[in-house]
Every structure is written in structure tokens, then in C-alpha cells.
């Protein structure tokens, strides 16, 4: 059975940083591509980046690239988004993602 557990989220001021994790089981972790996602109060969830299975390729959307990182320790079948510069509208419940299956989301709130 697949599980994924996010954490890390909190609140943060703007301009700030935090660094979520995604600790994964009951699947082969590191033959898997690895995606981050956010949905915000009345939006869609979006992407935000994926990582490839040996972390040597990543992709990030537009409206986080050069401030947020995305990356992974096989050896731990632990996920990672190191967000920094953090604004307001970065706000929102973060999810991990591995093919069809959901980790339940951390809050990250960026306000002052």
C-alpha cells in the first residue's frame, strides 16, 4: 500500500524559507518520478515541480523557478522542496505525489 507523508509546512513571513519532506512507502521509491503540487483557498491544485528517479532531472512551473528546489534521497525514500524567497501568494496546502496516490497535504502560510 502506498503512503506518502508530507511535512514541514508552517508559517512563515515573507521573504522566508522552509523546506517540506515527503517520506514515501510501500512502493519501489526510487524507480519513481516525484512530484510536488499546491492548491490555494478556491483554486485548483497546481503543479510545482517533479524530479525524475534518480534526481537528475527536474522541472519547476514558472511562477516558482530560481526560489524553490526540488530534490531526493533514494536512501531514505524521503522527498524534498526547499522553498525559499517566500511570498504571500505562495500560500496554500502542499501535496506530494507519486503516479496516482496523494500524500494529505501540509500547510505553508507565508504572512507578516
Known amino acids: 500500500q502506498v503512503q506518502l507523508v508530507e511535512s514541514g509546512g508552517g508559517l512563515v513571513q515573507p521573504g522566508g524559507s522552509l523546506r517540506l519532506a515527503c517520506a514515501g512507502s510501500?512502493?519501489?521509491?526510487?524507480?519513481?518520478?516525484l512530484y510536488w503540487y499546491r492548491q490555494a483557498p478556491g483554486k485548483e491544485r497546481e503543479l510545482v515541480a517533479r524530479i525524475s528517479p534518480t534526481g537528475s532531472n527536474t522541472n519547476y512551473a514558472d511562477f516558482v523557478k530560481g526560489r524553490f528546489t526540488i530534490s531526493r534521497d533514494n536512501a531514505k525514500n524521503t522527498l524534498y522542496l526547499q522553498m525559499d524567497s517566500l511570498q504571500p501568494e505562495d500560500t496554500a496546502v502542499y501535496y506530494c505525489?507519486?503516479?496516482?496516490?496523494w500524500g494529505q497535504g501540509t500547510q505553508v502560510t507565508v504572512s507578516s
Open positions: 505525489r507519486v503516479t496516482s496516490s
Open positions: 510501500g512502493f519501489p521509491f526510487s524507480t519513481y518520478v
